[in-house]
């Protein structure tokens, strides 16, 4: 089992520039975004169980993750069309996987962002 939890996950997103947590549907675990508050962007979606994260610009990128890791990764409902992932804790899926994960979402959602409201700070 892996040392990445929820906690460890959450204290890892929001060391990223940028980042502040926001809870806007009162679930247990926030939401962490990356942006200017009336303008930031979710990059990753902290549970109990698990984190959703933009796993690629496109259905077919993000379905990598299904064939590397089945019944560990699973398309998130609603926004999975866009490429979004929810990656469990404590499964297959190797710790630094889950970092890495964390980190490209967080790449593509700030180069989403128009320019003037990237971070300063972050690696693009």
């Known amino acids: 089992m892996g040392v990445v939890d929820v906690a460890h996950l959450q204290v890892y997103c929001l060391a990223k ?3 502040w947590p926001d809870n806007p549907w009162e679930h247990d675990y926030p939401v962490i ?3 200017p508050e009336e303008r930031g962007k979710i990059f990753a979606f902290l549970g109990s169980e698990g984190v959703g994260v ?3 610009r496109s259905r077919e990128v993000a379905d990598e993750w299904l064939h590397r890791f089945p019944g ?3 398309v998130m409902a609603y926004i999975g069309r866009s490429g979004w992932n929810t990656l469990a804790f404590g499964g297959a899926i190797p710790d630094e996987d ?3 994960a964390v980190d ?3 790449r593509l959602v ?3 962002l128009p320019r003037k409201l990237r971070p300063e700070g ?3």
């Open 17 to 19: 520039p940028g980042a």
């Open 122 to 124: 972050w690696e693009g």
């Open 54 to 56: 933009k796993s690629g």
């Open 110 to 112: 700030v180069e989403g």
């Open 33 to 35: 975004k990356v942006g």
């Open 104 to 106: 490209e979402s967080y």
């Open 98 to 100: 889950l970092l890495d």
């Open 72 to 74: 560990d990764a699973t």
